[in-house]
T-cell receptor, first 112, second 114 residues
Framework: DVKVTQSSRYLVKRTGEKVFLECVQDMDHENMFWYRQDPGLGLRLIYFSYDVKMKEKGDIPEGYSVSREKKERFSLILESASTNQTSMYLC???????????FGQGTRLTVV | GDSVTQMEGPVTLSEEAFLTINCTYTATGYPSLFWYVQYPGEGLQLLLKATKADDKGSNKGFEATYRKETTSFHLEKGSVQVSDSAVYFCALSRTTDSWGKLQFGAGTQVVVTP
């Protein structure tokens, strides 16, 4: 069974903390994505990666960075967490043919 | 830029009722169109897709037809069940995009009551 696994389902962090969200896929996919989900806004793309060490900004990259040191792992980093980054974060992966994106179960981050 | 507009929810239905969720899009060229579903407490999963005009995607009793002339991809199901309660997202990706980035609508929550 194909799987995208996010390391945490729920996180609570303090303002100003550095936060790492981890995502691992077992499908050998080239492409990986981080989305943010907010009510009434749907999902918005933060960053994506099409290969190891390669990354591109999405629609809302401000306040975030990413790391992809290995093909199966894609990390989202909040350099200095702020309350407006309280949200649901979804990781996804897809193959180079773009037939389908597979999503993790999401991490609900609360910044207090 | 590209955008997807879908009807606001929540949509509340009785079991065995007919469901329609409207979705329209704005995009240059010929995007691929998708419906994703998110069950409570879970991530998104692909429900169906269509990659060219007049294609019909179908899965689990749901259907949607890619209508280029009306730039629409409405989701329908003839008889819903309580287990269909979820949030449904319409999305597109550009065929010229080699990475499969998705542009999502806001999502429509569907509540089916017994």
């Amino acid at each position: 069974d194909v799987k995208v696994t996010q390391s945490s389902r729920y996180l609570v962090k303090r303002t100003g903390e550095k936060v790492f969200l981890e995502c691992v896929q077992d499908m050998d996919h080239e492409n990986m994505f981080w989305y943010r989900q907010d009510p009434g806004l749907g999902l918005r793309l933060i960053y994506f990666s099409y290969d190891v060490k390669m990354k591109e900004k999405g629609d809302i990259p401000e306040g975030y960075s990413v790391s992809r040191e290995k093909k199966e792992r894609f990390s989202l980093i909040l350099e200095s967490a702020s309350t407006n980054q309280t949200s649901m974060y979804l990781c996804a992966s897809g193959d180079s043919q773009n037939t389908e994106a597979f999503f993790g179960q999401g991490t609900r981050l609360t910044v207090v | 830029g590209d955008s997807v507009t879908q009807m606001e929810g929540p949509v509340t239905l009785s079991e065995e009722a007919f469901l329609t969720i409207n979705c329209t899009y704005t995009a240059t060229g010929y995007p691929s169109l998708f419906w994703y579903v998110q069950y409570p407490g879970e991530g998104l999963q692909l429900l169906l897709k269509a990659t060219k005009a007049d294609d019909k995607g179908s899965n689990k009793g749901f259907e949607a037809t890619y209508r280029k002339e009306t730039t629409s991809f409405h989701l329908e199901k003839g008889s819903v069940q309580v287990s269909d309660s979820a949030v449904y997202f319409c999305a597109l990706s550009r065929t010229t995009d080699s990475w499969g980035k998705l542009q999502f609508g806001a999502g429509t929550q569907v509540v089916v009551t017994p």
